[in-house]
């Protein structure tokens, strides 16, 4: 049959079919392609909407596409009807199952502001019911496009210190001692001076940045806003410290960093989980399952109909630290036992 004629066939039918009412859909904004520990949050929060009878059905979108001179526009491929005929079948299927079903559709900016206020726009395009943002940076860039639709984040340093706020935000908050972390770094390595990954373009991590230098420590602060190829690591270091941002934790990114952090014996430390597998010695998080359990509760909440300014923000007080014993192996560092008896450990 001639393509043409089957999606003009297929469009047909689903106008005429008796189907279900379109979905609810969340947004997504992650702060860059894959940041391991917030895939994981991701994840987590998948599973606990499917034991609360929710099932989640990705909606695709493509491309941005001209409109003549007016800019750029982005479309869901539902609203091609033989795509749309399909995502509505699933659907219904879903439905029959007794599950109820909700639209997610997730962007991965650049790391950088105008990218996150972009995908913002998108997400409101599609007619999302509730933005769900990684990280204060993000927060605050779908805050800025709207104060009316819902906002829900989760894995936010100091939210309420980096504009991550208003009536219509809630979420659950990830901070961390940094104080802690750096400790724990200096008791392994003895460091004299400290280089601190951070990207001048995201609130958060340039909030870490400083809280680091004002610890007392003798710091480089190494801005990765031009991305992974910029990042030089300076030859006076002994540890290096990774901030939030997404333009330092991305998994190909850290990847690098690690590869030239091995070759330079320096040693890495992180605010986010996720990444001592890659190679990182030593990592201090929120706990992800946490983050995942109460961020489902916030968004199930609001689907129902509550509004965020009646939903406290979620203290994240469950933290995480792992340390990759191969890795100290490898730099010929010892990690002290009291940090080995509160650790995860990974050989």
């Not at 109820?100 to 998108?122: G, Y």
């Not at 933005?131 to 709207?146: I, M």
């Not at 870490?208 to 992974?228: H, M, P, T």
Request: aromatic residues 4%.
């Amino acid at each position: 049959m001639n393509k043409r004629l089957l999606i003009i066939l297929s469009g047909i039918c689903l106008l005429l079919a008796p189907g279900v009412a379109q979905a609810k859909m969340i947004g997504v904004i992650m702060p860059a392609a894959n940041v391991p520990y917030y895939v994981a949050i991701q994840k987590g929060f998948e599973a606990e909407l499917k034991k609360q009878g929710v099932a989640v059905v990705p909606m695709e979108v493509q491309k941005p596409v001209p409109k003549e001179e007016t800019g750029w526009v982005n479309f869901a491929r539902r609203n091609i009807p033989y795509y749309g005929s399909i995502q509505e079948g699933t659907e219904a299927a879903l439905v029959r199952q007794g599950l109820q079903v909700l639209e997610m559709a997730v962007q991965r900016p650049a790391p950088n502001e105008m990218s996150r206020k972009n995908s913002a726009r998108t997400l409101m395009t599609l007619d999302a019911t509730l933005f769900l943002t990684y990280g204060a940076g993000t927060t605050s860039a779908a805050l800025s496009e709207t104060h009316e639709l819902p906002i829900v984040f989760c894995g936010a340093f100091d939210p309420a210190g980096t504009g991550a706020s208003g009536k219509n935000v809630t979420g659950v908050e990830a901070t961390v001692s940094l104080k802690i972390l750096v400790n724990h770094l200096r008791k392994m390595t003895n460091f004299t001076k400290l280089g601190v990954l951070f990207s001048s373009d995201e609130v958060d991590s340039v909030r870490q940045a400083e809280a680091v230098a004002g610890l007392g420590v003798k710091v480089v602060k190494i801005d990765a806003v031009r991305g992974a190829d910029s990042i030089d690591l300076p030859s006076d270091v002994q540890a290096l410290l990774l901030t939030c941002a997404g333009a330092v934790q991305d998994q190909k990114v850290i990847e690098r960093i690690v590869e030239k952090a091995r070759a330079a014996k320096i040693a890495t430390a992180s605010v986010l989980g996720g990444c001592a597998e890659l190679g990182i010695l030593i990592s201090m998080a929120a706990n992800p399952e946490q983050q995942a359990q109460e961020l489902a509760k916030l968004v199930s909440a609001i689907l129902k109909g509550a509004s965020p300014s009646s939903l406290p923000v979620v203290d994240g007080s469950k933290i995480e630290l792992t340390v990759n014993l191969a890795e100290a192996n490898a730099l010929g560092l010892n990690v002290p036992f009291e940090i080995i008896a509160t650790a995860k450990a990974i050989k």
